[in-house]
């Protein structure tokens, strides 16, 4: 299952250095000037989970597999982007791929990085993102009622569903309100994904703040969190600068580092596991000699469906799932003091997974 999360913001606010840094790489090219990454960059990291190495040292897991996230980095937007101004529909056309957005906004004062707006304002820089999302789906759904109405008028029940949905969207567009805040029933949910609406998305604010500032965060930072906080949304503060040297250490110098600074772990574990949940993702693992692996479900996943992550033959024959909590799993030390302790667990097809549970999955070919 590919999750991916867009990296978006205004040019020169530390996008292509922050992916780098969560990458690993210098795929991104990092330059002090707009539009400087022409075509989206995707990078594949790991999710940080203490639990992973636990469950091997236990089993004695020969390998520890971690699950992934997928991050693109998208290039700058700017105002007027709905309209096509700098590369604007080429960047839109790569967000709405996404399943969610990483929006990076500038929390940092430096004269020798120039800001595309003359000046540092986090609040107006997150509207004008914000804007140009909620233009692009205006524009959008304005073209689609026309023919949406016809179809209803015709008798055709998914064109009058779509069609509700779309006014209801249209109703908050036009307030200056994004389309996740649209009120949609649990029924509703697929023909609302299949609107493709920019302004849908959900949210993650990345800070990215001057060095002193990566623990705490700073004045511009407390105001975006304030509005993460009136929307719902979730915000953390990053240092870009500090993670791209710290990207490029060995493991041991890492840590020595990050104590020199104040930190307890790189800002951009915060931001993975924010991205993680913001799409409602849940791990569960899989154990044995040869491996220790995690694998990504959503929440609220049915045992045959997180089974078919693996292989859609676990799906298609599911029989049953062999369950150990993780708490479990570590107080009993190992799937056999499970069963002593009565830990172990048969759970069928209509088995919620709960993050964390061990599983093994019996099937029929």
């Not at 105002?79 to 996404?98: D, M, T, V, W, Y």
């Not at 998305?201 to 990215?208: Q, R, S």
């Not at 870009?240 to 930190?263: H, T």
């Not at 369950?323 to 009565?342: F, K, L, P, Q, W």
Request: hydrophobic residues 40%; aromatic residues 6%.
């Amino acid at each position: 299952m590919g999750f991916k999360c867009g990296i978006v913001g205004l040019p020169n606010v530390g996008k292509s250095t922050l992916f780098n840094a969560l990458t690993q790489t210098a795929a991104a090219q990092a330059a002090n000037y707009p539009f400087c990454t022409i075509e989206p960059n995707v990078g594949d990291v790991a999710v940080p989970d203490h639990r992973l190495e636990q469950l091997a040292r236990i089993a004695g897991s020969k390998e520890i597999i971690p699950t992934r996230l997928t991050f693109v980095d998208i290039a700058g937007l700017v105002r007027g982007a709905s309209k096509g101004e700098g590369l604007g529909n080429q960047f839109l056309a790569n967000i709405r791929e996404c399943d969610a957005i990483a929006h990076v906004v500038r929390c940092f004062e430096d004269g020798d990085i120039t800001h595309v707006e003359g000046e540092v304002d986090p609040i107006r820089d997150v509207e004008t993102i914000e804007t140009e999302l909620m233009l692009a789906d205006l524009d959008s759904l304005e073209k689609r009622v026309v023919n949406l109405e016809k179809k209803a008028r015709g008798g055709d029940k998914e064109s009058k569903e779509q069609l509700d949905l779309v006014n209801r969207c249209l109703v908050l567009l036009r307030e200056g309100r994004p389309a996740r805040m649209a009120e949609v029933a649990a029924d509703e949910r697929k023909i609302f994904a299949q609107l493709g609406l920019l302004s849908s998305k959900p949210v993650l604010y990345v800070c990215n703040v001057e060095e002193s500032s990566a623990d705490q965060g700073n004045e511009f930072s407390q105001k975006v969190f304030a509005r993460a906080k009136e929307e719902g949304a979730v915000a953390v503060v990053v240092s870009a600068k500090i993670e791209s040297e710290i990207a490029v250490m060995a493991a041991d110098d890492q840590k020595d580092f990050l104590e020199a600074v104040g930190l307890e772990e790189p800002g951009l574990n915060r931001v993975i596991r924010a991205g993680y949940g913001l799409l409602h993702l849940i791990t569960y693992f899989t154990v044995g000699p040869k491996e220790a692996r995690a694998w990504t479900i959503e929440k609220g996943t049915r045992a045959p469906a997180a089974a078919g992550v693996i292989h859609s033959d676990f799906e298609k024959g599911f029989i049953r799932a062999e369950t150990i909590g993780y708490d479990d799993y570590v107080a009993s030390n190992g799937e056999s003091g499970a069963r002593e302790a009565g830990k172990f667990r048969l759970e069928g097809k209509e088995y919620l997974v709960a993050d964390g549970d061990v599983l093994h999955f019996r099937f029929a070919n």
